[in-house]
């Protein structure tokens, strides 16, 4: 269930996670600007429990996705400084925000990518799962409104591995559900359009399904990457 409430839009002000910016150039001798938004890198793990079959992904209520499905109906203080907020949004509003992810998180401190994806394993899945058993598989950067990179791993892990039930950081407000995807539903899933997922999930299912140990040997691929 997620309870929606006292919803508004209005301006950003200071954000730990994001700064809009404008750069000002010459491109072949033109002036230009190109406006864009610093974010944090960030790393992802596709997770795959040997145990059950089945890949971990994490289920969480995306409030950014709201304005972009609701525009004309989420009152702005951008636009009415006399607006009031949504006292309680409609269920059916609050789920259309709901989205499948790979784990993921920010790269905030100064330690090695590889040691901040097993931190978010642990944090939002629930499992310790050891260095060697992560494998990086590539990295790409957003393009347009940010330049930041995503750097993306693969994690086999065992029922074994369980510590605890996950679930994010709590202090910083997350609010996370453990999802298990069976790998025989997880083609269907990847082009399922009426659940909301970002192209990283389905890149790396892709991935996943053309380098799997059962059919091109998946950690041949993934060997002679660094972590």
Known sequence: MNNVQDLIIGPCGNSAFVKPCRLSFKHNGKPRQWD???MHDSVSILLFNTTRQAFILVKQLRPVILPYL????????????DAQPIRELPTNMADAAITYELCSGI????APLIKIAQDEILEECGYSI?????????SGRRVGTAGCKQTLYYAECTDDMIVSTGGG???????????YLPLEEAREFIFN???TKPYGLIMAFLW??????????????ISSKTN
């Open 208 to 221: 996943f399904f053309q380098y799997s140990p059962h059919l091109n040997g998946i950690h041949n691929a």
């Open 107 to 110: 790269v905030d401190k100064d």
């Open 36 to 38: 864009y938004i610093i």
């Open 169 to 179: 950081n709590e202090s910083e407000g997350e609010m996370i559900d453990v999802y």
């Open 193 to 195: 359009e009426s659940l």
């Open 130 to 138: 050891p260095e060697e058993n992560i494998h990086r598989v590539t």
């Open 70 to 81: 609701y525009k004309d109906k989420i009152p702005s203080l951008l636009n009415n400084q």
